[in-house]
Protein backbone atom coordinates (compact mmCIF):
# COMPACT_ATOMS: atom_id res chain seq x y z
CA UNK A 1 0.00 0.00 0.00
CA UNK A 2 1.61 2.78 -1.20
CA UNK A 3 0.52 6.31 0.73
CA UNK A 4 0.43 9.34 -1.42
CA UNK A 5 1.93 12.42 0.40
CA UNK A 6 -1.45 14.44 0.53
CA UNK A 7 -2.90 11.36 2.18
CA UNK A 8 0.07 11.53 4.31
CA UNK A 9 -0.66 14.99 5.28
CA UNK A 10 -4.31 13.96 5.97
CA UNK A 11 -3.30 11.10 8.30
CA UNK A 12 -0.40 13.57 10.04
CA UNK A 13 -3.91 15.99 10.57
CA UNK A 14 -6.35 14.08 11.71
CA UNK A 15 -4.01 12.49 14.18
CA UNK A 16 -3.00 15.74 15.78
CA UNK A 17 -6.79 17.23 15.77
CA UNK A 18 -7.88 13.81 17.23
CA UNK A 19 -4.75 14.15 19.94
CA UNK A 20 -5.79 18.19 21.04
CA UNK A 21 -9.65 17.30 21.02
CA UNK A 22 -10.38 16.56 24.19
CA UNK A 23 -10.46 20.04 25.60
CA UNK A 24 -14.48 19.86 24.71
CA UNK A 25 -15.26 18.30 27.76
CA UNK A 26 -13.77 20.91 29.75
CA UNK A 27 -14.88 24.49 29.01
CA UNK A 28 -18.20 24.12 30.64
CA UNK A 29 -19.62 26.92 33.09
CA UNK A 30 -16.85 29.36 33.23
CA UNK A 31 -15.98 30.74 37.10
CA UNK A 32 -14.02 33.57 35.22
CA UNK A 33 -17.09 36.39 34.51
CA UNK A 34 -17.79 39.71 32.78
CA UNK A 35 -21.50 40.45 31.89
CA UNK A 36 -21.35 44.05 31.68
CA UNK A 37 -17.67 44.84 29.45
CA UNK A 38 -18.22 46.27 26.26
CA UNK A 39 -18.53 44.66 23.24
CA UNK A 40 -16.45 44.16 20.38
CA UNK A 41 -17.10 42.82 16.95
CA UNK A 42 -14.46 40.36 15.78
CA UNK A 43 -13.71 40.40 12.29
CA UNK A 44 -10.78 37.71 11.75
CA UNK A 45 -9.69 35.38 13.61
CA UNK A 46 -5.64 35.50 13.74
CA UNK A 47 -4.44 32.52 15.77
CA UNK A 48 -5.45 31.00 18.98
CA UNK A 49 -5.09 34.50 21.43
CA UNK A 50 -5.32 37.19 18.32
CA UNK A 51 -7.85 38.08 16.50
CA UNK A 52 -8.79 41.53 14.21
CA UNK A 53 -11.81 43.27 15.34
CA UNK A 54 -13.99 46.61 14.47
CA UNK A 55 -11.15 48.40 17.18
CA UNK A 56 -7.94 46.93 15.89
CA UNK A 57 -5.76 43.59 16.43
CA UNK A 58 -6.79 42.40 19.94
CA UNK A 59 -4.86 40.07 22.41
CA UNK A 60 -5.61 37.68 24.52
CA UNK A 61 -4.44 38.88 27.77
CA UNK A 62 -4.85 35.95 30.25
CA UNK A 63 -3.57 32.71 27.78
CA UNK A 64 -0.65 31.98 25.59
CA UNK A 65 -1.40 29.50 22.42
CA UNK A 66 0.43 27.77 20.38
CA UNK A 67 2.47 29.35 17.24
CA UNK A 68 2.00 28.30 14.23
CA UNK A 69 3.87 25.73 13.25
CA UNK A 70 3.39 23.98 16.87
CA UNK A 71 1.23 21.31 17.96
CA UNK A 72 -2.13 22.06 18.72
CA UNK A 73 -1.97 25.26 17.13
CA UNK A 74 -5.18 24.92 14.74
CA UNK A 75 -6.99 23.44 17.46
CA UNK A 76 -6.58 26.35 19.90
CA UNK A 77 -7.41 28.82 16.25
CA UNK A 78 -10.49 26.73 15.44
CA UNK A 79 -11.88 26.90 19.40
CA UNK A 80 -11.13 30.70 19.62
CA UNK A 81 -13.67 31.16 16.73
CA UNK A 82 -15.96 28.85 18.00
CA UNK A 83 -16.42 30.31 21.00
CA UNK A 84 -15.93 34.33 20.24
CA UNK A 85 -18.22 33.75 17.29
CA UNK A 86 -18.98 37.49 15.80
CA UNK A 87 -18.76 39.54 19.03
CA UNK A 88 -16.97 39.06 22.38
CA UNK A 89 -16.90 41.07 25.48
CA UNK A 90 -13.47 42.52 26.51
CA UNK A 91 -11.71 44.05 29.28
CA UNK A 92 -8.66 45.84 29.26
CA UNK A 93 -5.42 44.03 30.95
CA UNK A 94 -3.71 45.76 33.63
CA UNK A 95 -1.18 47.57 31.93
CA UNK A 96 -2.25 50.92 29.19
CA UNK A 97 -0.44 50.47 25.99
CA UNK A 98 -1.40 53.44 24.34
CA UNK A 99 -0.74 53.65 20.96
CA UNK A 100 0.75 49.88 20.94
CA UNK A 101 -0.74 47.36 18.87
CA UNK A 102 -2.20 44.98 19.86
CA UNK A 103 -4.67 45.93 22.39
CA UNK A 104 -4.20 43.49 25.49
CA UNK A 105 -7.54 42.47 26.84
CA UNK A 106 -9.25 39.57 28.59
CA UNK A 107 -12.09 38.17 26.36
CA UNK A 108 -15.23 36.76 27.02
CA UNK A 109 -18.24 35.30 24.96
CA UNK A 110 -21.31 37.87 24.60
CA UNK A 111 -22.97 35.56 27.68
CA UNK A 112 -19.97 37.15 29.68
CA UNK A 113 -17.82 33.61 30.16
CA UNK A 114 -13.92 33.62 29.57
CA UNK A 115 -12.74 32.86 26.45
CA UNK A 116 -9.06 33.21 28.45
CA UNK A 117 -10.18 30.70 30.92
CA UNK A 118 -11.88 27.69 28.30
CA UNK A 119 -8.57 27.91 26.30
CA UNK A 120 -6.52 26.93 29.33
CA UNK A 121 -9.09 24.83 30.98
CA UNK A 122 -9.22 23.08 27.63
CA UNK A 123 -5.20 22.47 27.38
CA UNK A 124 -4.97 24.05 24.45
CA UNK A 125 -3.13 27.26 26.22
CA UNK A 126 -0.79 28.47 28.86
CA UNK A 127 -1.68 31.49 31.39
CA UNK A 128 -0.15 34.07 31.29
CA UNK A 129 2.11 34.65 34.30
CA UNK A 130 3.74 38.21 33.87
CA UNK A 131 0.57 40.01 35.11
CA UNK A 132 -2.55 40.67 35.02
CA UNK A 133 -6.43 40.99 37.55
CA UNK A 134 -6.70 37.14 36.73
CA UNK A 135 -3.04 36.10 36.69
CA UNK A 136 -3.16 33.97 39.84
CA UNK A 137 -6.93 32.23 38.83
CA UNK A 138 -6.03 31.77 35.19
CA UNK A 139 -2.66 29.77 36.57
CA UNK A 140 -4.52 27.55 38.78
CA UNK A 141 -6.86 26.94 35.77
CA UNK A 142 -3.70 25.62 33.70
CA UNK A 143 -2.59 23.19 37.33
CA UNK A 144 -5.86 21.92 37.29
CA UNK A 145 -6.01 21.07 33.57
CA UNK A 146 -2.05 19.77 33.87
CA UNK A 147 -2.83 17.16 36.39
CA UNK A 148 -6.26 16.29 34.72
CA UNK A 149 -4.09 15.53 32.01
CA UNK A 150 -6.75 17.63 29.49
CA UNK A 151 -5.35 19.01 26.21
CA UNK A 152 -1.55 17.50 25.18
CA UNK A 153 0.51 20.99 25.69
CA UNK A 154 1.91 19.44 28.67
Known amino acids: FHWSLYGQAL ?3 AIILTACSSYREFFGESDLKCLDCPLVEVTRIIDG ?4 STTGTVRLFGVDTPERGQRCYQEARVTLRKLAGAV ?3 QRGPEDR ?8 YVYTP ?4 IDEALIRGGLGEAWRQDGHHRA ?14 GYLW
Open 111 to 114: YGAS
Open 49 to 52: DTFD
Open 11 to 13: FLV
Open 88 to 90: VRV
Open 137 to 150: YLYQQELIAKTRGT
Open 98 to 105: GLLRPIAY
